[in-house]
């Protein structure tokens, strides 16, 4: 495995380090770069926006900024996040919980689009729209009925807490005129995460074109925008197939150039623009042999990195030899035989890859976990046990920018 960086400036970081190391290494010209060819490819009718979730860390957004149509967000924290990073980005907002200080806070902070997840969301955001003056435009969320491809993780396509259901469509049509300050201009539907079948993922748009076709038909709507989510994979597999990217955007020219509809698309991808800038690089501090099984102990763990604990997957790792050993014994280590790499937590559940094979493993080498770039830092409960958070460096012009090493107790 290699990432697709240069490890050498985060390795000098490292050296100069007298702790255990823990470490996020983000890349934001690789990502800037990135981000360019993901929008390049997508034909121009299709908007990109970037769903912040995956990382929201203001070095990210404000490199992707020039990349993107807008950001999509999920809370009022996301929002100032937003704005801060860069204030003329436009701003999508989506949720099932939004509450009303969050929608004040967004009629507030001018945001150009909602999401509607229910009929009382509607509710809530005329009033208060209403009460602002302001005309809001909106998507309604919708929860398809229809089946949908394999994917990692399904919000849709089944019963779930997200959007409102295809079945309800109809009805939510019907009341909009009492709506006085809201305007309907699209849909959305974000169904699924981690598809890693372009195809597959073809069909899945194209169904969704044809139930809003079908919604426009029947009402008259003016389609300002069908937002078609994210959901694009990143094969975390050692060797595994990748999305393909070019293809898919190739066949979604073609449909868009042969279909009888003129409303751009939207897509607010997270995992699929930030996965591959970053890693996640760690010092092992333990080795030792329980009920005959190998295990390596790691500066972090899961209360850092939850990815692999939560997918039940073996994270793809890379192991970076240190030679330095002063301790006045052994260095215990492994050669050639299967350990799991877990962390410095208290459960069993700290386990960030199982039973794997390693060539050479040591107490005080560096295990770099790969494509942590999405949902590694920002999905994770940083203070379960109260540890030191790891340093989170950038790597920009050649130069690291330490914008954001933090140790807990000092953030
Ligand atoms: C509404 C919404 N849009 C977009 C995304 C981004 O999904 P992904 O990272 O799979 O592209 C998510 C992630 O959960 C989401 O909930």
Redesign the pocket.
């Known amino acids: 495995m290699t990432v697709p960086f240069s490890l050498t400036p985060l390795l000098q970081y490292i050296e100069q380090q007298h702790e255990p190391i823990c470490a996020y290494y983000y890349d934001l010209d690789y990502l800037a770069q990135r981000a360019r060819w993901i929008s390049e490819s997508l034909p121009q009718r299709v908007h990109f926006?970037y769903?912040i979730?995956?990382n929201s860390d203001t070095p990210v957004l404000t490199t992707l900024a020039p990349h993107v149509h807008g950001f999509?967000v999920?809370s009022l924290g996301e929002i100032h996040k937003a704005r801060q990073a860069s204030s003329g980005t436009p701003i999508a907002f989506?949720?099932p919980g939004k509450t009303q200080v969050e929608l004040q806070g967004a009629i507030e902070a001018d945001v150009e689009l909602y999401?509607v997840e229910s009929e009382l969301q509607l509710v809530r955001l005329n009033a208060l729209a209403t009460k602002s003056g302001k005309v809001v435009k909106v998507l309604l969320?919708v929860n398809p009925r229809f089946d949908l491809p394999d994917?990692t993780?399904q919000?849709a396509g089944k019963p779930t807490q997200?959007g409102i259901d295809q079945d309800r469509i109809c009805d939510v049509l019907d009341s909009l005129p009492a709506y006085s300050h809201i305007r309907c201009v699209g849909f959305?539907f974000?169904a699924?995460?981690?598809?890693l079948d372009a195809r597959s993922h073809l069909l899945l748009v194209q169904s969704y074109v044809e139930v809003a076709r079908s919604w426009q038909r029947a009402y008259g709507l003016n389609i300002e925008v069908l937002?078609i989510?994210?959901?694009?994979?990143i094969n975390y597999t050692p060797g595994g197939a990748q999305f393909d990217w070019p293809y898919y955007c190739q066949e979604v020219e073609r449909y868009l150039d042969s279909g009888d509809f003129d409303f751009p698309l939207a897509?607010?991808?997270?995992?699929?623009?930030t996965?591959t800038m970053g890693c996640y690089v760690t010092e092992v501090t333990d080795i030792k042999v329980n009920h005959g099984e190998n295990f390596a102990i790691l500066r972090g763990g899961n209360h850092h990195f939850r990815l692999p604990s939560s997918w039940q997957h073996n994270h793809p790792f890379q192991v970076v030899p240190v030679e330095q050993w002063s301790w006045p014994c052994p260095r215990p280590g492994v050669s050639q035989q299967e350990i799991t790499l877990c962390g410095e937590l208290c459960t069993p559940k700290d386990v960030l890859a199982k039973q794997v094979t390693v060539d050479q493993l040591r107490v005080g080498d560096l295990v770099l976990f790969d494509k942590a770039g999405?949902?590694g830092w920002h999905i994770s409960h940083h203070d379960f046990l109260s540890h030191p958070h790891p340093h989170r460096v950038y790597l920009h012009d050649n130069h690291l920018c330490q914008i954001d090493s933090v140790i807990a107790g000092t953030n």
């Open positions: 926006y769903a979730k995956a999509e999920a989506g949720g999401h969320r994917a993780l919000m997200f959305h974000h699924l995460s981690n598809n937002n989510g994210g959901g694009i994979g897509m607010e991808c997270g995992r699929f623009v996965a999405a949902y």
